[in-house]
């Protein structure tokens, strides 16, 4: 048993506190009055405050807002960054209808600033001098202080300094809530514009290119005539700064192309003078005299190469065959003389059929045969030579003109240095008249679209004055002010919950404190008995919800052990008052209704009730048979209930603890079993504050320990659970007395059988079990 408490007390220790649904119900629904109250105060609260606020009415005017217009004259170096320019658009003019110049400007159309014109009382900004010692006033510097002793000195010093930090202090603080001018002009238009920018609400309307412009005052008349104003203002505004924008671009490219004109022409004198200083020819941008003789040179080179090489091929071929030559063959003297050789050769042939050729007409044939091959052999030579004349010419004309190409070589190289800084003349030429030439073009573009620019904005719909306010709206304001007072009143609620700790839940018993609950006690009606005792409704109202509960804890504690209900059994608590002494009298009152005979013990000497319940005297009881000064016998005593005998506490010993300590109580329990008595109930003092409990605990084992719902603090039942421990005791379980429905999720047993109220239990109201125990003296 002690182990199995051990970990009981262990996961107790170990419980989880967070809170589930049905607690959180179970909370609101305690405090539901007070929930309601609250709600209902800040309702309250909410719709008065609605009721005499100011009204406000809103006037809007809707503006569109295109995309910035398209060029009027279309230049082939349009913007590159139209697309983004556009993007920005829309957000850049809700801004500027944000604008301080804008709200300045409907302010003075409207004659919304009564200190406009006002002058500054004078000596204003000369008020703000802190005040200056005499001394310095008067010119002249103060009086030397008396000389002090050195540790005079040093307090003087420090009290000094701390005097000045606490100045700069405050003079810092003064400065974080002051303006930095004092001219009342300026601070009346810095209050005016900023209440108008306030009460202006700029918002462009979602996938779309409209904006609504939304004016709020008191009055209706003046939030629409505003309302139109800055609209009409902002459009005029636009073309304003279109209008100075051309002006100033027309202004600015100007005075560029002056700049630009007086550059570009001494960039072409410059030019010129070099050209001259150097002898440079061009005959056009690109080419000058040197480059083109070169270029003339290099061709007509190629050229004679070509020549020379074919008169070359030419002589060295009839050098080596000149009689299968081109040349020759082609000749007509050599061909003529070819022809005469034929003729007489076939002469001489014919002949030499005849004749001998020593036939002197043969020898005459054949001399004529030898002078034309001479001849041919002669005109071959001429024509030879003259191939060979033709191939000196080309060699010659060759090597002049290579020697003249090398010479003119030699001049270009020259040239192209000095055509180095010919180039960068040219460049800077060339640059200087494209920006003057572009500066030209963008004048002319200014004037001409400067004229025909085009309004991209326009109201779609002029505000008009409202009929209604729209705040304060008195639904919204009641909904959040009851809101409000729900949220307060759960905060309240959940905050005191929280700071309760007391047992205020049925299920809250084991999850927290590892020990079983036996039974719970409602909370009912005291009935009208003649005795004092509560404990007896459960023999005068054996149906009520009372003596259910009782006989339900009588049944649990007989399944508690293996061998049933325990035949001792000790009833304690905490601390007093939780109803202890009554649940002691009511189970010792149903065991008896089986037909046991028990014995009820008030072992609380220091503070007796028993007696009280069952309207006994207390001359003799427990004290005196501990004491030894009675026998047991004479000591129990009859009471109304049949079976049920009670040793009552007795006059009250100066310690009680070490009476308790003896073997007498021991023996008594033991004697009661030889006298027949089936169980034995003690009334036991509360655990805290003193020992008698866990002495007592220690002879009886059977201990039932009483928690009054709603009130017995957690604290006080975990450190009464860990003396039990320390004891080497642990309980069968846990009596939760004064039960309602605010703390168990069971129906009443009142509810379960269909008993009314209006039997003995009707009448005042006041809770059954801490009626008998009463606060020690």
């Known amino acids: 048993m002690l182990q199995t408490g051990v970990l009981r007390g262990n996961a107790s220790e170990e419980a989880d506190d967070s809170l589930d649904i049905k607690a959180l119900l179970r909370i609101v629904l305690k405090h539901k009055w007070l929930l309601l109250s609250v709600a209902l105060l800040c309702l309250t609260a909410a719709v008065v405050r609605t009721l005499v606020s100011t009204p406000l009415y809103q006037a809007t005017t809707t503006l569109q807002i295109e995309r910035p217009p398209g060029r009027i004259v279309s230049f082939k170096d349009a913007d590159s960054g139209q697309e983004y320019e556009d993007y920005l658009s829309l957000p850049t003019q809700i801004e500027l209808l944000r604008s301080r110049a804008l709200a300045e400007r409907v302010v003075d159309e409207l004659g919304l600033d009564p200190s406009r014109g006002g002058n500054a009382p004078p000596g204003v900004l000369g008020a703000a001098a802190g005040p200056s010692s005499a001394a310095a006033l008067a010119g002249r510097p103060a009086a030397p202080a008396p000389r002090a002793s050195a540790s005079s000195q040093a307090e003087t010093g420090i009290i000094s300094m701390l005097g000045d930090l606490k100045d700069r202090t405050l003079a810092g603080y003064d400065k974080l809530g002051k303006p930095s001018v004092s001219d009342r002009q300026v601070l009346g238009r810095e209050a005016v514009v900023g209440g108008f920018m306030g009460s202006v609400k700029v918002d462009a309307v979602r996938g779309s290119r409209l904006v609504r412009v939304t004016v709020v005052s008191p009055d209706p008349a003046k939030a629409a005539r505003v309302a139109n104003a800055m609209a009409q203002n902002f459009m005029a505004m636009s073309m304003e700064r279109k209008m100075e924008s051309s002006v100033y671009a027309r202004n600015f490219l100007e005075d560029q192309i002056k700049v630009t004109k007086a550059r570009l022409e001494e960039s072409e004198r410059t030019l010129n003078a070099y050209a001259r200083a150097n002898s440079i020819l061009t005959l056009d941008e690109k080419t000058s005299v040197i480059n083109q003789s070169y270029t003339e040179l290099s061709s007509a080179l190629a050229k004679l190469e070509q020549e020379r090489i074919k008169a070359e091929a030419q002589y060295t071929e009839m050098a080596r065959n000149p009689q299968s030559s081109t040349q020759v063959l082609e000749n007509k003297t050599v061909q003529a003389y070819k022809e005469q050789k034929a003729k007489l050769e076939a002469e001489y042939l014919v002949n030499l059929g005849t004749y001998k050729p ?97 309004n991209n904005i326009s109201i779609v719909d002029v505000a008009k004055a409202p009929l209604f306010p729209f705040k304060p709206d008195l639904t919204t304001n009641a909904g959040i002010g009851l809101a409000v007072g729900l949220m307060l009143g759960l905060g309240f609620i959940f905050v005191r919950e929280h700071l309760d700790d007391s047992v205020k839940h049925a299920d809250e018993v084991e999850a927290q404190f590892g020990v079983p609950l036996l039974g719970i006690i409602p909370q009912v009606k005291k009935s009208k008995l003649a005795s004092a005792s509560l404990a007896r409704l459960a023999v005068d109202d054996p149906r009520g919800a009372f003596a259910e509960a009782y006989r339900s804890m009588r049944t649990a504690l007989q399944f508690s052990t293996s061998e049933g209900a325990p035949k001792r059994l000790m009833v304690t608590s905490s601390v007093s008052s939780e109803g202890k002494s009554t649940t002691a009298l009511a189970l010792a009152i149903n065991f008896a209704q089986l037909g046991r005979r028990v014995l009820l013990v008030d072992a609380d000497m220091r503070n007796p009730s028993m007696h009280k319940a069952l309207e006994l005297t207390n001359d003799g009881g427990l004290s005196n048979y501990l004491s030894g000064e009675g026998s047991r016998e004479s000591l129990i005593r009859e009471t109304f209930v049949a079976g049920l005998q009670v040793m009552t506490a007795g006059p009250t010993p100066p310690s009680p603890v070490d009476l308790l300590m003896g073997p007498k ?31 007592l605990g220690n002879q009886v084992q059977s201990i039932l320990f009483v928690v009054k719902a709603g009130a017995t603090r957690r604290s006080a039942i975990k450190d009464a659970l860990r003396r039990l421990r320390t004891a080497g005791l642990m309980p069968l379980g846990v009596a939760l007395t004064r039960a309602s429905s605010q703390h168990t999720s069971y129906y009443g047993y009142d509810g379960y059988y269909g008993y009314g109220t209006g039997g003995t239990a009707s009448t005042a109201r006041e809770s059954v079990p801490a009626r008998l125990d009463r606060a020690p003296a």
């Open 358 to 454: 020593e036939f002197p007409k043969m020898l005459q044939t054949r001399a004529q045969i030898d002078e034309l091959d001479l001849r041919i052999k002669a005109e071959v030579a001429s024509v030879l030579a003259s191939v060979k004349s033709q191939f000196d010419a080309a060699k010659r004309q060759e090597d002049q003109v290579r020697v003249r190409l090398q010479d003119t070589r030699k001049e270009v190289l020259v040239s192209q240095d000095r055509s180095v800084d010919l180039s960068l003349l040219k460049r800077e030429l060339d640059t200087n008249r494209q920006i003057y030439d572009n500066l030209l073009q963008r004048l002319k573009e200014v004037g001409v679209t400067s004229g025909v620019a085009a």
């Open 665 to 695: 109580l021991l023996r008594l329990l033991d004697k009661a079993e030889e006298m027949g008595f089936d169980q034995v109930v003690i009334d036991a003092p509360p655990i805290l504050g003193i020992a008698d409990a866990l002495v």
